[in-house]
């Protein structure tokens, strides 16, 4: 009997192959090709852009007008502008210490620079230190003030707002913000608020990431090459060309007359800073990036803290674009500038970026295994994703040799992204879920330099993910049907993909915390 049912379920799959199956995956073909040609194209467009940039040094300090704000002896400290440093953070008992001792030691006239902690905690402990440590700080005549909330309604947008709205902070003409684990050198403020003096159009002065734990695990090696593609080209890109790119919500100075034209800061999807800086452009205002100025801070190293902070820089921006996209259409500024935001910005960075690499490469082209009718030419198959992946590789040449791991693990990532891309377009259930990147600090050195550190009980059900697993046993199974009946050798891919899939689903990747 069970014989008969799967011939005849094998009988109507063949049936529906020709007229349904083939067809549609042609269709899904098409749709990805296109998709890799605009990634293709983008990638290549800022590729000559970036080589463009290094040749003839553009450097912002020749583009935009600098010059080192001068002591005056008639004015004293009045000829410094007011700025204020604002610090949100949230149980953050590992990194307090650093980024706050990092902001009350920089150079800036000291009654010129108001520091602002703004403390979401709900632990009452981690409350009590930070509390502590501000105190600490003010006793040695650091202007620092402690701010807390009775909610965390609008989570960091909600307590940056809050913070702006304290009276003291109408005599500041720029605001500096620093995420918990961002440690500022010394000169930060030297090195950026002359851009925003001595250029009125100017609102936002963004520095770059420096990644002190890049070297604790592979996982952190693969995120170091994803971001340093992003600020190497990126940023880069965008800031030498349209004077726009996203704001990266920490290590940047904003002119706090630009930010309030703008609208302030809203809570409306998880990613506040872009948002913010897509208003302040459509208003006009420009930015500038220093790729030269680096701001030291911490990369997610557990594989969960990596999974919930992909979700919202995957689900935030799709969400925005969706909310906003007509808001563009309308604004006077120019169709070009229009177009690059719409197309070049959101649609094909933030979105096609996302659902190419797991849909094409996960899913249509292991399918391609089954149905042979459906052929892939090699320049989408081949040729567009390995010159996609070389000009990814360029920001960070030191890792050229994890390049293969680094394509692996990507793609295993790129479902989490999807998902996340997809909740945002549509809305769904997760669409503001708001999950703070956990820092370790110390934490992990303290807990493995102990003498006898417990062995970690981890539970099965907390390190399986099932989509990984689902996903790693599909594409092995195309790889053995390859390897049976096929004929174009996917199956060595596909193989080694699976593995990928499956080593993340039972969680084996970035570091483990032993439980104190």
Not at 106 to 114: A, E, N, T, V
Not at 142 to 171: C, P, W
């Amino acid at each position: 009997m069970d014989t008969l049912q799967g011939g005849q379920f094998g009988l109507v799959l063949q049936q529906a192959k020709a007229p349904l199956i083939v067809p549609l995956l042609k269709f899904l073909v098409v749709v990805c090709l296109g998709m890799s040609v605009m990634l293709f194209v983008e990638k290549v467009y800022m590729g000559i852009i970036i080589i463009f940039i290094k040749l003839f040094r553009r450097r912002p300090v020749k583009h935009w007008k600098w010059e080192t704000i001068k002591d005056d002896v008639e004015l004293g400290n009045s000829a410094y502008p007011m700025v204020l440093v604002q610090i949100p953070m949230y149980n953050e008992r590992e990194v307090y210490q650093l980024s706050i001792g990092a902001a009350c030691g920089l150079s800036w006239p000291s009654d010129r620079i108001i520091i602002q902690v703004l403390d979401d905690s709900t632990d009452p402990t981690i409350k009590d230190l930070v509390e502590l440590e501000c105190q600490r700080w003010a006793s040695k005549g650091i202007n620092i003030k402690y701010e807390i909330r009775d909610n965390r309604n609008g989570y960091k947008a909600g307590a940056l707002k809050e913070g702006m709205k304290h009276s003291y902070v109408k005599q500041c003409d720029y605001v500096a913000i620093f995420d918990a684990d961002f440690q500022p050198e010394p000169d930060f403020l030297y090195r950026t608020i002359p851009f925003l003096v001595h250029n009125s159009d100017i609102a936002l002065v963004q520095a770059r990431w420096k990644f002190v734990n890049s070297d604790e695990c592979l996982m952190t090696r693969m995120q170091e090459m994803s971001l340093d593609y992003h600020f190497t080209v990126e940023q880069e890109v965008g800031s030498a060309t349209y004077a726009f790119f996203g704001f990266n919500g920490t290590a940047g100075v904003w002119r706090i007359a630009a930010l309030n034209e703008a609208g302030g800061w809203k809570d409306r999807t998880t990613v506040e800073d872009m948002d913010l800086a897509v208003r302040a452009s459509l208003r006009g205002w420009k930015f500038v990036y220093l790729s030269d100025l680096k701001v030291k801070n911490e990369l997610p190293s557990t594989f969960k803290a990596y999974r919930y902070q992909q979700h919202r820089w995957s689900c935030g921006p799709a969400n925005l674009f969706r909310k906003m996209v007509m808001e563009i259409v309308r604004n006077k500024v120019s169709p070009l500038k229009k177009f690059h935001v719409i197309y070049s910005f959101f649609f094909v960075r933030k979105i096609v970026a996302h659902i190419v690499t797991f849909v094409f490469y996960c899913v249509i082209l292991p399918a391609t295994v089954l149905v042979p009718e459906v052929q892939v030419p090699i320049w989408g198959a081949v040729y567009i994703p390995s010159t996609i992946t070389l000009l990814n590789a360029v920001g960070t040449p030191r890792s050229l040799h994890l390049l293969i791991f680094w394509i692996l693990f990507e793609n295993v990532m790129s479902l989490h992204r999807t998902k996340a891309t997809f909740i945002g377009l549509f809305e769904a259930g997760r669409v503001n879920e708001w999950v703070v990147t956990e820092k370790l600090g110390d934490a992990l050195k303290t807990k493995l330099g102990a003498k006898a550190p417990r062995k970690p009980r981890l539970r099965i059900g907390e390190r399986l993910h099932m989509l990984e697993l689902i996903v790693g046993f599909y594409l092995f199974f195309c790889g053995c049907y390859d390897l049976a009946f096929g004929k174009n050798g996917y199956f060595i891919y596909l193989f080694i993909q699976s593995v990928a899939f499956f080593i993340a689903g039972v969680g084996y990747v970035g570091t483990f915390v032993p439980n104190s």
